[in-house]
């Protein structure tokens, strides 16, 4: 298998609308295809496997009348998978995205080879996200075909290193794909990205705020009314840290003491406590601030690709200046 995923050479902008609990669904995901982008989701979204089945089928079909009908291959799409011991689902959801030979897993919380082979065995590919160097070593050795650095300011759960650090490091070992997250709203933040060092871009945040996400238009005005300084970094809502929009924790009467306790994740016994608090308590990364509207997928993707273009045009500008 090549150093680099084959797909990156396709897309119309190197990015990846990451999978958000709750905020990805098919709509989402296959604007995203279309528009020639990277759509994912979780599996868990879908609160039965058959219903992510039923997903999985909608998607796929709707991407092959696409390219029927207009001759354009879209970009692949992807599933994320929760590799923890007290998913209760890992390897039902895991059986259908081999049936249906998903191509792109995205794994979290837990990198297993035996779930990377299984994947490889059809041609699909697995990228799974880090917050440390320890992490990306271990997800290095189970075979991993890429790596999501999930830095400083994410949305969800996310790390706290600086992305310049985490992807300095991680490619004095990792020669395969990287993507970075945290913070990136806008074209110009892509192409800082891959001026980093990175192949790829994955912008959640950025996509909620989409007519086709699944989040709720109170959820969408609030990531438009916040500054960066407006995200709040906690553990006490899910027992993983992840970043928050404090106006929502207020609104859910969560004081300062209760951000401060954590508690031992189990997806088994907290998978629907914790959708009934995600629905009301709004996850966000410190990209807020510089999102200052709602758009059709196809109209974001047009604009993150003009912007992207420019900053590429000013880069070249300065190659000229400094040479």
């Known amino acids: 298998m090549s150093a680099k995923a084959p797909f990156t050479d396709s897309l119309s902008l190197p990015a990846i609308a990451a999978?958000?609990?709750?905020?990805?669904?098919?709509?989402?995901?296959?604007?995203?295809?279309?528009?020639?982008?990277?759509?994912?989701?979780?599996?868990?979204?879908q609160r039965t496997s058959e219903g992510f089945e039923a997903w999985l089928v909608e998607i796929k079909e709707a991407l092959e009348a696409y390219e029927k009908e207009t001759g354009k291959k879209p970009a692949?799409?992807?599933?994320?998978?929760?590799?923890?011991?007290?998913?209760?689902?890992?390897?039902?959801?895991?059986?259908?995205?081999?049936?249906?030979?998903?191509?792109?897993i995205i794994t979290s919380l837990g990198a297993v080879s035996q779930l990377v082979d299984a994947v490889h065995s059809y041609g699909g590919l697995v990228f799974h996200d880090i917050i440390k160097k320890r992490h990306a070593q271990k997800a290095a050795e189970a075979g991993v075909d890429g790596l999501i650095l999930v830095a400083a300011g994410a949305g969800g759960h996310a790390g706290t290193l600086n992305p310049m650090t985490l992807l300095a490091e991680v490619k004095k070992f990792f020669k395969k794909?990287?993507?970075?997250?945290?913070?990136?709203?806008?074209?110009?933040?892509?192409?800082?990205?891959?001026?980093?060092?990175?192949?790829?871009?994955?912008?959640?945040?950025?996509?909620?705020?989409?007519?086709?996400s699944k989040a709720p238009e109170d959820y969408k005005k609030m990531i438009i009314e916040a500054g960066a300084s407006d995200i709040v970094y906690t553990a006490a809502i899910s027992g993983v840290h992840a970043n928050f929009l404090a106006a929502s924790l207020q609104a859910a009467?969560?004081?300062?003491?209760?951000?401060?306790?954590?508690?031992?994740?189990d997806f088994g016994?907290?998978?629907?406590?914790?959708?009934?608090?995600?629905?009301?308590?709004?996850?966000a990364g410190q990209g807020v601030a510089t999102i200052?509207?709602?758009?059709?997928?196809?109209?974001?993707?047009?604009?993150?690709?003009?912007?992207?273009?420019?900053?590429?045009?000013?880069?070249?500008?300065l190659l000229k200046k400094y040479s």
Not at 183 to 211: E, H, V
Not at 295 to 317: G, H, I, M, S, W
């Open 19 to 45: 999978p958000m609990f709750l905020i990805s669904g098919p709509q989402l995901v296959i604007s995203c295809c279309k528009q020639g982008i990277v759509g994912t989701f979780p599996a868990l979204n």
């Open 76 to 104: 692949p799409f992807g599933v994320n998978l929760i590799v923890h011991p007290t998913n209760p689902r890992l390897e039902a959801d895991l059986k259908l995205c081999i049936k249906h030979q998903v191509p792109l």
């Open 177 to 212: 794909t990287l993507i970075l997250s945290g913070c990136i709203s806008t074209g110009r933040d892509i192409a800082s990205a891959l001026q980093m060092g990175a192949d790829l871009a994955y912008m959640g945040t950025r996509f909620i705020n989409t007519t086709e």
């Open 253 to 265: 009467g969560i004081s300062e003491e209760d951000l401060t306790k954590d508690h031992k994740v």
């Open 269 to 283: 016994k907290e998978l629907d406590t914790e959708a009934k608090a995600w629905k009301t308590i709004w996850s």
């Open 292 to 317: 200052e509207d709602v758009l059709p997928v196809e109209q974001l993707v047009e604009q993150l690709r003009k912007e992207f273009l420019e900053a590429l045009t000013d880069q070249a500008q």
